[in-house]
């Protein structure tokens, strides 16, 4: 797909889902765009000074409790030690500012998404970029997908503040790095790259086929990762596989700061942006 900019006559890169072209609204935030405040037009400035019902509702959103939250509950559901950690760190720190989240294991395709309070929802496997690696390639939002090299089609890491968004054919996704054009979305046919196959089948290396967005199973977007992005957003915790999740999200041990134990190099989480 490509992203599509509003108001102009070009359609600006590839948006790095499945179905050709998006024109979706902006998403209000993501880890790497500005704020709000800072992207605000013309209509914003109209409201300055001004507590909108939307700015109360962000704001309600963002209230952070101080107290430690749970750990994460995963059930009766194995998961890596990376997602353990990290599910159990977003928990108990609130670094998921009272919202839904969802940490994505690119190691193992898969996706795990939780509740506000900590508590699993579902798991699914997911299909991730065709590329090994955690960064994003300079410019690789504004490519058409023709000119994608196999090495810049990579899923980032990292914490993103998921929102809703559309493509040309009015199909809705889920905007993850909307700089970046990295969308999650419904999985779909697409040529002879047997995307349904690949993620029914148990093997792990034949789930990297994208172009760099998140491909899910219909079932599982439609009933347990869009509902929980709802109005108000749902953090997305991108595991990395080329660096540490503690160097990625400033994250620590929190059952071992809970017995008194916390190493000395570990980061608060709110050095976490």
């Not at 709000?36 to 400035?45: D, E, I, M, S, T």
């Not at 994208?210 to 219909?218: A, E, T, W």
Request: hydrophobic share 40%; net charge positive.
């Amino acid at each position: 797909m490509f992203k599509a900019v509003l108001g102009k006559a070009v359609v600006a890169g590839a948006a790095f889902a499945l179905i050709p072209a998006f024109a979706a609204t902006k998403p209000a935030e993501t880890a790497k765009a500005a704020s709000p405040a800072a992207k605000a037009g013309p209509a914003a400035a109209k409201t300055k000074g001004k507590a909108t019902a939307k700015d109360k509702a962000t704001a309600k959103a963002e209230k952070v409790d101080t107290t430690p939250g749970p750990l994460a509950d995963f059930g009766k559901v194995d998961a890596s030690d990376d997602v353990v950690h990290v599910a159990n760190w977003v928990s108990y720190t609130r670094n998921n500012r009272n919202r839904d989240f969802v940490v994505i294991d690119k190691k193992h395709a898969r996706m795990y998404v939780f509740d506000a309070k900590g508590k699993l929802k579902s798991d699914a496997p997911v299909l991730l970029g065709k590329a090994v690696g955690d960064d994003s390639a300079p410019g690789v939002g504004d490519k058409p997908l023709s000119q994608l090299k196999d090495e810049e089609k990579t899923t980032p890491a990292g914490r993103f503040l998921a929102s809703h968004g559309r493509n040309t054919h009015g199909a809705d996704i889920l905007w993850i790095d909307y700089k970046a054009a990295v969308s999650m979305h419904r999985v779909i046919k697409v040529g002879d790259e047997n995307r349904f196959e690949r993620l029914a089948s148990p093997e792990i290396d034949d789930n990297r086929i994208s172009n760099g967005c998140v491909n899910v199973p219909i079932a599982f977007y439609n009933s347990v990762l869009k509902p929980s992005v709802g109005k108000k957003g749902a953090y997305v915790y991108v595991l990395p596989e080329t660096r540490s999740v503690q160097k990625v999200f400033g994250s620590f041990d929190v059952t071992a700061k809970a017995s008194g134990t916390q190493s000395a190099d570990a980061k608060p989480a709110s050095t976490q942006q």
